[in-house]
DNA sequence: GGCTATTTGATAATGAGATATCATTTTTGT
DNA sequence: ACAAAAATGATATCTCATTATCAAATAGCC
């Protein structure tokens, strides 16, 4: 993971341009549009070298695999639509949730979800 | 999924005594004390019955595999103590948690996850 | 209590995501 | 351009949660 070959510059490139954190299967699809021929296990080896240097970090939603998006964004959230399965990005924060904790839990760090409908999926 | 076992009753008993969502596996540990040598197959086939039943619903973090706690209970979220795994529910939600949706996106549903040390685990 | 269909438990099979392997290709310093 | 080291791509393998299989056990009805 030290040599800038073309497959690792597309992939950082994908991740952002992207906007929004993508699975492997996704940043594979949309790098392939760069380099054709991008195999699978590049795209898995290369997201594990930029998360070691951090320059990326992992988005995880229940029950779906890993996204990844560039590191060094302030503290957001994410909205996942529910009819194409993208993820996206929320600025907002309702903050100091950990008040929510019981008595005597310590809460230390929270993840808010919201699920619904992105402005490209017209309604069902 | 028709007969009363003792095997379903038991993994019913601890799903209504524990009042957190439990695992596959914690719902075998602890139907186990009630039924030795219960199998891990008959937990995952029970569940799957209480499931279609609705007498239980999932519960999903992200990167673990699915809990399971029973159905009914009013609106609320979760609370993952990130020493020893557990999963407890919050009563509490900030509510309106739609509003953060940027425009054009339209939020249905929210899910929060407080992480954090639970009130058994002490202070590493 | 006995009969029959259902359930159980042990374990093999499956499935999906991720990782390892290795011959070939590519990068990079000279 | 050359050589050495590293990265790639195809694919085999692994991991681990879940599901299928099937002989044996059991619940529920007579």
Redesign the interface.
């Known amino acids: 993971m030290q040599r800038n070959t073309r497959q690792r510059e597309a992939i950082r490139q994908v991740l952002r341009e992207s906007g929004r954190p993508l699975s492997t299967q996704e940043v594979l699809e949309a790098a392939q549009k760069r380099v054709p021929g991008l195999g699978i296990a590049t795209v898995y080896r290369t997201l594990h070298g930029l998360l070691e240097e951090r320059q990326i970090t992992v988005v995880?939603?229940?029950?779906?695999t890993?996204r990844y998006e560039l590191a060094g964004k302030h503290h957001h959230?994410h909205?996942r639509c529910?009819v194409c399965g993208r993820v996206?990005e929320?600025?907002?924060?309702?903050g100091n949730?950990?008040r929510?904790?019981?008595p005597?839990?310590?809460?230390?760090?929270?993840?808010?979800?919201?699920?619904?409908?992105?402005?490209g999926c017209p309604a069902g």
């Not at 995880?60 to 779906?64: R, S």
């Not at 929320?90 to 309702?94: G, Q, R, T, W």
């Open positions: 995880e939603l229940p029950g779906e890993p959230h909205f529910t996206f929320i600025e907002n924060c309702p949730l950990e929510l904790a019981p005597g839990f310590l809460a230390e760090r929270h993840e808010i979800v919201l699920y619904g409908r992105c402005p």
